[in-house]
């Protein structure tokens, strides 16, 4: 997949803990994103990144932060887990904006 | 891998058909659009891409038609194969990021 790792794959946590998933890419892409996928809404952009600290909001980034510190990492942090956050969330990559490689995705389940 | 229960639009096509997957897409403003394709228990994987200075652009067995005027876009697959089963996203842009529509399933039948 282009390079680009998504970790934990599966996750459950519990409402009101923080949740950090990572994404790793080894293609030295500018370009960085969050996605979350649910039923009924497709892909949904939640945070990405353009250059390292540099980070903007997308359409649904209420509930999460997001930090990159270095090209390969990008973190998401969900400050304190919703049962509404449990979905599947999927970071892709870019070395031009738009034409996004994807990663296997993470379940994350909030009980 | 990770898969998502999607109720979404879909259509069921013979093998050997050509199918034809269109979206709708809101903003007049992008210039920038891609399909994309996503198999059960993976993530999107892209397939075609057309800048908005074009109104047609062909790939292998896939051809993608943009008509600005009415904000449509359309993929068409040739010969359609049971490998091509999936669930198809088209995505606009005009700024840095990519806006997804809600996706068409495509079932294939021999």
């Known amino acids: 997949d282009a390079g680009i790792t998504q970790s934990p794959r599966h996750k459950v946590t ?14 030295n892409h500018r370009y960085m994103y969050w996605y979350r996928q649910d039923p009924g809404h497709g892909l949904r ?42 979905s599947v969330y999927f970071c892709a990559i870019s070395d031009d904006r738009g034409k996004g490689f994807f990663g296997q995705g993470t379940r994350l389940t909030v009980v | 891998g990770e898969s998502v229960g999607l109720h979404l639009p879909t259509l ?9 997957i269109n979206c709708a897409y809101s903003n007049s403003a992008s210039d920038y659009f891609i399909w994309y394709k ?61 806006i997804f529509g809600t996706g068409t399933r495509l079932q294939v039948f021999p």
Do not use: W
């Open chain 1, 14 to 27: 519990e409402t009101g803990t923080p949740v950090t998933l990572r994404c790793h890419q080894t293609e």
């Open chain 2, 12 to 20: 069921s096509v013979q093998e050997g058909d050509n199918s034809i």
């Open chain 2, 38 to 98: 996503q198999e059960s228990g993976k993530g999107p994987q892209f397939i075609i891409d057309i800048r908005s200075n074009m109104d047609k652009r062909q790939g292998q067995r896939v051809t993608v038609l943009l008509n600005k005027t009415v904000k449509h876009l359309s993929l068409q697959i040739a010969a359609t194969q049971p490998g091509d089963s999936a669930v198809y996203f088209c995505a606009e842009t005009n700024t840095d990021k990519l």
């Open chain 1, 45 to 86: 952009l939640i945070h990405y990144s353009y250059g390292v600290k540099d980070t903007d909001k997308g359409e649904v980034s209420d509930g999460y932060s997001v930090s990159r510190s270095k090209t390969e990492d990008f973190l998401l942090t969900l400050e304190s887990a919703t049962s509404s956050q449990t």
